[in-house]
């Protein structure tokens, strides 16, 4: 009878206004918590101790989800965001809450995650480490070219025609709408001024921006990569082979800002952004940029993976170097190996490294990491990870001592868990960008393994998102 009388209020919940809600805590994937009676409601934008009306947009068996639609009180921790565009660009919903506040909700996240998703037994959990940077920290961002920009409400109440074009990032949501954006806090100088000039000459020389559902127009895409030395490499991504047009505002980034070092363009004509299967061309400069870490150089060209905030992903592998423990003895795998970055950067206190990415261009990238840092050690493979570190693998190369593994945000495939049961390393890092699926891993090795360190690392900033590093020891048999 319970559940069926919480079916019913659920039903008739949909569409509906709660007012006068206390928001409790914040809850998964960065929404808040708010409780109607015994029904829970999930609340985005809002902060604990706020005081809201909510309009109930979504109903699920368990739950609710809703929307801020009046405030009564803010909390007292929020604090004032910085970026214009924040509630509509996507990019930093936690900018209203102090940064010392978010490290305290993410570290939480962890032991919320091990507790009730893996059940796991665990020691305390090491205090968050937090971004060097806060602002200005990413060295990529992706912008996206539109004819149909996201109106303010000034805007759509104008009679007058009101330009569409614009370059920005998509609204949550609506993949067919674009903020135009005007200052980005999330990646340093010259960043906004590059996206700036971009926009501005393709304004003043009549270029088209693209049309997403019609799937037409000139301009789709701007990436923009740069390194801590100040070096940048820009990606153009247009629709058409108009070259007059292409050569003309690559020509203008390059005489404009001297910091671009890589300028890459690709005509893309599919249906989608992506251009991992398509040529691009260097039109001006060399054809990748150069990070340095501890010593180690890596090489990142226009398709490389790279952890977007290298300060602090400096730290990360500072932490997995830790806790893998080498001595010079160990046979080292790198699973989910990406550009080589972790396996060379702990290459050095090795025996052997062997490393195992899905991305042949990633490998090459490795391999190239390798190349230049005289790294004669470390051997890398192109193959889905569940495929390649099998029996054949370490016949090849020996049984693995220590196994370090930083899987995409899905978590490691069930084929790869069993070959850790198989091989039995004596040490572990996973290294994981979404604690929940590493909880949900570790849970199924919890019969071999000891959870011996737990380091949640800050790599994103005014988000919910936490990477985390955990180091797992094989039971000894009594």
């Known amino acids: 009878m319970a559940?069926?009388?919480?079916?019913?209020?659920?039903m008739g919940l949909r569409g509906k206004k709660l007012e006068n809600i206390t928001i409790e805590k914040i809850a998964a994937e960065g929404k808040c918590i708010a409780k109607q009676a015994d029904l829970v409601v999930f609340v985005d934008k809002v902060a604990p101790g706020d005081v809201v009306d909510i309009r109930i947009t979504r109903k699920k068996k368990n739950y609710l989800e809703g929307t801020p639609i009046a405030f009564h009180h803010y909390a007292d921790i929020r604090t004032e965001p910085f970026c214009q565009h924040f509630g509509t660009c996507g990019g930093c919903k936690w900018q209203h809450l102090p940064y010392k506040k978010q490290l305290e909700y993410k570290h939480q996240q962890v032991i919320d995650h091990f507790t009730r998703i893996g059940k796991l037994d665990f020691p305390s959990v090491n205090p968050i480490l937090a971004s060097p940077d806060t602002r200005f920290y990413r060295n990529k961002l992706e912008f996206t070219f539109t004819n149909r920009r996201w109106l303010t409400n000034e805007e759509i109440k104008r009679e007058e025609d009101i330009n569409r074009d614009g370059l920005g990032f998509h609204v949550p949501g609506r993949?067919?709408?674009?903020?135009?954006?005007?200052?980005?806090?999330?990646?340093?100088?010259?960043?906004?001024?590059?996206?700036e000039a971009v926009k501005n000459f393709a304004l003043q020389n009549n270029y088209s921006f693209y049309d997403i559902l019609e799937q037409q127009?000139?301009?789709?895409n701007l990436i923009v990569r740069n390194n801590m030395a100040g070096e940048v490499m820009v990606i153009l991504q247009v629709a058409e082979n108009n070259q007059e047009q292409i050569f003309s505002l690559l020509e203008m980034l390059k005489q404009s800002f001297p910091a671009i070092v890589s300028l890459y363009y690709v005509i893309n004509q599919k249906k989608n952004e992506t251009f991992f299967d398509q040529e691009l061309i260097l039109y001006h400069g060399q054809s990748h940029l150069i990070e340095e870490m501890?010593?180690?150089k890596?090489?990142?060209?226009p398709k490389s993976f790279f952890q977007t905030n290298s300060r602090q992903?400096?730290?990360l592998y500072r932490v997995a170097a830790e806790y893998a423990g080498l001595d010079g003895s160990q046979v080292v795998y790198d699973l989910y190996t990406g550009t080589g970055t972790i396996a060379n950067f702990v290459a050095g206190k090795a025996k052997k490294v062997v490393g195992v990415e899905t991305i042949p261009e990633a490998i090459e990238d490795a391999k190239e990491n390798a190349r230049i840092n005289n790294i004669d050690n470390a051997s890398f493979y192109a193959g889905t990870t569940e495929e390649?570190?099998?029996?054949?693998?370490?016949?090849?190369?020996?049984?693995?001592?220590?196994?370090?593994?930083?899987?995409?945000?899905a978590g490691m495939h069930a084929k790869a868990?069993?070959?850790?049961?198989?091989?039995r390393p004596e040490v572990i890092v996973y290294v994981s960008c979404n604690p929940a699926t590493q909880a949900r891993d570790l849970s199924l090795l919890a019969d071999l393994y000891t959870i011996e360190a737990i380091q949640p690392v800050d790599m994103f900033p005014h988000t919910h998102h936490v990477e985390n590093v955990v180091k797992l020891k094989l039971n000894t048999e009594d």
């Open 217 to 220: 127009g000139f301009l789709r």
């Open 388 to 409: 390649l570190f099998a029996q054949e693998l370490i016949n090849q190369h020996g049984k693995p001592n220590v196994v370090i593994t930083d899987p995409p945000r």
């Open 294 to 296: 501890d010593g180690v």
């Open 313 to 315: 992903a400096l730290n």
């Open 417 to 423: 868990i069993e070959q850790l049961h198989s091989t």
């Open 298 to 301: 890596f090489r990142i060209g």
């Open 3 to 10: 559940n069926i009388l919480k079916f019913a209020a659920l």
């Open 175 to 195: 993949f067919d709408r674009v903020l135009d954006v005007t200052t980005c806090y999330l990646q340093p100088d010259p960043s906004n001024q590059i996206r």
